[in-house]
């Protein structure tokens, strides 16, 4: 089983949907999660961080991780064409490993 | 706002040819990764250094590779003989001794005919 699955999509929704992105996992050791995104022929860039489990929330987006399930998941509310990107979720261990695991990233387009 | 920064952007290079990239980390991070993604495929791990040497480091970075930071604030990536397989976006990324994120720069890419 690999440690990371996402579903790298594409997924198309018209402007203004909610979207759900999801990731599970298969370490129980994973602490930290994180929801990067990445536009083409850019780095990613970090949008969400979550320690352990619950809830984060940051303007239209929500970061949601539920260890039990060993599953994470990034909600985008009021989708705008500028939310059109590949996101990508790393996970790590706690204590000093700093090497991120990641999924495969799901590409997400938001059509005006 | 602080940002990791990467030179050249785009490399074109012959197979065999040796290859440098550069970064220059945020300048209080102390953590420094370098990460590759092939197009089309996931972010893969490369390598990890801290205190001066490498703490980690992928199947991936076998010995055609290897990472120095030559004057404290650069970060360089070298491929000894580069493969045609080496073509990718090559990320370099810093984080802070008490932060559990990575920044990353806008990447290198890298072609090698």
């Known amino acids: 089983q690999k440690e990371v699955e996402q579903d790298p999509g594409p997924l198309s929704v018209p402007e203004g949907a909610i979207v759900s992105l999801n990731c599970t996992y298969s370490?129980?050791?994973?602490?930290?999660f994180m929801w990067y995104r990445q536009y083409s022929r850019k780095g990613p860039e970090l949008l969400m961080y979550?320690?352990s489990s619950g809830n984060k929330e940051d303007g239209r987006f929500t970061a949601q991780v539920d260890k039990s399930s060993k599953y994470i998941s990034l909600f985008i509310r009021d989708s705008q064409p500028s939310d059109s990107a590949t996101y990508l979720c790393a996970i790590r261990e706690a204590g000093n490993n700093r090497k991120l695991i990641w999924g495969l990233g799901t590409s997400l387009a938001v059509n005006p | 706002e602080p940002e990791v920064t990467q030179t050249p952007s785009h490399q074109v290079t012959q197979m065999g040819q040796e290859v440098i990239l550069r970064c220059v980390p945020i300048s209080n991070h102390l953590y420094f990764y370098w990460y590759r993604q092939i197009l089309g495929q996931k972010v893969e791990f490369l390598v990890s250094f801290y205190n001066n040497e490498i703490s980690e480091k992928s199947e991936i970075f076998d010995d055609q590779f290897s990472v120095e930071r030559p004057d404290g604030s650069n970060f360089t990536l070298k491929i000894r003989s580069t493969k045609l397989e080496d073509s990718a976006m090559y990320f370099c990324a810093s984080m802070g001794n008490w932060a559990n994120v990575l920044t990353f720069g806008a990447g290198s890419r890298l072609t090698v005919l």
């Open positions: 979550t320690y």
């Open positions: 370490n129980s050791a994973f602490q930290y």
